[in-house]
C-alpha cells in the first residue's frame, strides 16, 4: 500500500470530521473524551511520533498550549509534520518503535490505522458514523494488525490474559484467508465486511454473536 498517501489522506479527512465538530460535545466512542481531547490527542501522537523517527527515543512529549480555537489548525500542522517527517525517511530507516520492527515503515501503516479508527470516532460525535469509508484491503490490514500484532503484545505485556477460546473472522469483500484471535474452545465466528470487523475489534461496533462478544470484551487493542 501506498502509506505515505494514505496517511495524508486519512489526516485530512481526521481535520475536515474535527473541523465540521463541536470540539465540546463528547465522544460515544471514547468515554470521558471530548472532540478536543481526541484531536488533542492523535495530534500529539503524530508529534511523538515524529520525535521518535528523528531522534530514535520515546521520549517526546509534545502539548498543544494554544488557545481552543486554534486546535484544529495545530493537529493539521502536526499531521503534515508527520506526513513530512515519513516521506523523508525510507521505510528501512532506524526509528524507535514499539513493535519488533525498529524501522521507520513501523510508523507509516500504524499511524494510517490510528488515524482511520480516530476519524470514525470524531465523525460518531456528531453523528455522522455513516460518513465513514474505508478501501476493504484497508480495514482487513488493520484486522490483521489487531489480531496478529496487537492481540499478541497485550498478552505478552502481561495487560490481558489469552482468550479462553477463539474468534475466527471471515471478511466477506476481499479474498484473504480467515484470521483467528485466541485459540481453544469456544470458537466464535465473525464474518461480514472488514470495515465492521475491523470496527469490532477496535470496539467500535456492537458484536451480535454472544459468544464472540464476550471474548471480545477483553481488550485485544490498547
Known sequence: MDWIALLADRTSRFADAAAAGDLEASVPTCPD????????????????VVH???????????????????????YRDAARQLVDVLSAHDADAPAWTFGPDQVAGFWRRRQVHETVVHEYDALATAGRESAWSIDP?????GVDEAATFFYPRQVRLERIAPLQGTV??????????????????????????????LLALWKRARVEDPVAAGLLRTAITP
Open 33 to 48: 473524551w471530548t472532540l478536543a481531547d481526541l484531536v488533542t490527542h492523535l495530534g500529539e501522537v503524530h508529534l511523538w
Open 52 to 74: 521518535a523517527v528523528v531522534h530514535g527515543t520515546s521520549d517526546g512529549d509534545a502539548t498543544f498550549t494554544g488557545e481552543p480555537d486554534g486546535l484544529v489548525a495545530w
Open 137 to 141: 484491503a484497508l480495514a482487513w490490514d
Open 168 to 197: 475466527r473472522l471471515f471478511p466477506t469483500d476481499v479474498d484473504a484467508a480467515p484470521l483467528a484471535i485466541g485459540e481453544g474452545d469456544p470458537v466464535a465466528q465473525l464474518t461480514g465486511p472488514s470495515s465492521d470487523l
